[in-house]
């Protein structure tokens, strides 16, 4: 267990990708902060945290406010003394063709995606420079890198994900903290669960491994990025994807 004794901040931890790396993290011996908007999902994470032996701290909490995220890192050094790792994970989609596109779902996709990913990031940055350890994983897309119809607001907020963590990873890997990007293809969550039946089978068609990805196809990248083994990666964009985009 590479993860023992560890303090992981999960963000959108309470159910889809960020319930499978928070689990995937407990495995691996990490305590979890399940952070999100809905503290009674979150329940669920907590209890399979705590089902595999780790602690869990729910905190319900909205990326888009600094003060709600200062407010929680500062709970977490109270209870816990550190924080480790974290994984900014919490992400939307309000999605329109461009001219249809109203300002708000604009400014809210940039909002939640990009800004709370540079607030939690600024957040910890303090503790884990102190310390001497970080390892912090973005959670951007494929569509980031290749663009989609409907939506322009999703893919620059993923795409600015991108140039914010390897610009991250160039100012603090002198003090030993690590910053990489995972970008999931199309998976398998509430996220998709929506998109019309035709719309999935064509997108299968286009991934060469035959299938939309599962949550834990992602938890497993983000463990390999938090790992001692991953000490040396910095600044990288692991694509998950099914080889749908080769990049
Ligand atoms: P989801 O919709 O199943 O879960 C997102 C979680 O984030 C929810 O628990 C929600 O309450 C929480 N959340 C939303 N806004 C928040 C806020 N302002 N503050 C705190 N928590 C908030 O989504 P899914 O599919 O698990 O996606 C997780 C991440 O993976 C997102 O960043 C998404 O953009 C990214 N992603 C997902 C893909 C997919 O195909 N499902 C593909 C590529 C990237």
New binding site residues.
């Given amino acids: 267990m590479s993860l023992a004794g560890k303090v992981a901040i999960v963000?959108?931890a309470?159910?889809?990708?960020?319930r499978a790396v928070a689990e995937e993290l407990a495995r691996d011996g990490a305590d979890v902060v399940v952070?999100?908007?809905?503290p009674g999902?979150s329940q669920e994470t907590v209890a399979s945290v705590e089902k595999l032996g780790r602690r869990a701290l729910n905190v319900k909490?909205?990326?888009?406010d600094f003060n709600e995220v200062k407010a929680m890192v500062d709970q977490v050094l109270k209870a816990w003394g550190k924080v480790d790792v974290l994984v900014n994970?919490?992400?939307?989609t309000r999605d329109a063709l461009l001219l249809r596109m109203k300002e708000e779902d604009w400014n809210l996709v940039l909002q939640?995606?990009l800004n709370?990913t540079f607030h939690c990031t600024k957040a910890v940055l303090q503790p884990m420079t102190k310390q001497r350890y970080g390892r912090i994983v973005n959670?951007a897309?494929?569509v980031g890198v290749m663009g989609n119809v409907g939506q322009a607001n999703y893919a620059a907020s993923k795409a600015a994900v991108i140039g914010f963590t390897k610009t991250v990873a160039r100012e603090y890997a002198s003090r030993n903290v690590t910053v990489n990007a995972v970008a999931?293809?199309?998976?398998d969550?509430?996220?998709?669960q929506g998109l019309p039946a035709d719309v999935k089978e064509t997108l299968q068609k286009q991934i060469p491994l035959g299938r939309l990805g599962r949550?834990e196809d992602i938890a497993a990248a983000v463990r390999f990025l938090v790992s001692e083994e991953a000490a040396y990666i910095t600044g990288h964009v692991l694509h998950v994807n099914g080889g749908m985009l080769m990049a």
């Fill in positions: 963000t959108g309470a159910q889809g990708i960020g952070a999100d908007l809905d999902r909490v909205n990326v888009a994970n919490a992400g939307i939640v995606n709370g959670i897309s494929i999931p293809g199309f998976i969550t509430a996220m998709t949550p």
